[in-house]
């Protein structure tokens, strides 16, 4: 069964980093275009970052352009989301997402999630 499980989230302070982890079981991230989202309660979905199946195509939103880097590992079925510089407005829960390849990153048409990881960025 497809299933994808983020860890990484916790409590940092402005300015400090975090890694986050999304770990696929099911199928092989190399066959899908996988991303990183967030949403706040009461507010709407904001896609953060998108990677292609290949790992040739590379998105980031402008809010976190320049501070957050995505990578992926197909050994280790793992998508990560380094996340530096982190801002109060950057507190979320952070869900990542895969869609079937030949697809990008949408708000509403990824194919499967994850549950959600918490980050909290306060002094």
């Known amino acids: 069964q497809v299933q994808l499980v983020e860890s990484g989230g916790g409590l940092v302070q402005p300015g400090g980093s975090l890694r986050l982890s999304c770990v696929g079981s099911?199928?092989?991230?190399?066959?899908?275009?996988i991303g990183w989202f967030r949403q706040a309660p009461g507010k709407e979905r904001e896609k953060v970052s998108c990677v292609s199946n290949s790992g040739g195509g590379i998105w980031y939103g402008s809010s976190v352009k320049g501070r957050f880097t995505v990578s992926k590992d197909n050994a280790k079925n793992t998508l990560y989301l380094q996340m530096n510089d982190l801002k109060v407005e950057d507190t979320n829960v952070y869900y990542c997402a895969a869609v079937r390849s030949a697809s990008w990153c949408t708000n509403y048409g990824m194919d499967y999630w994850g549950k959600g990881t918490q980050v909290t960025v306060s002094s």
């Open positions: 099911g199928f092989n991230l190399e066959d899908y275009t």
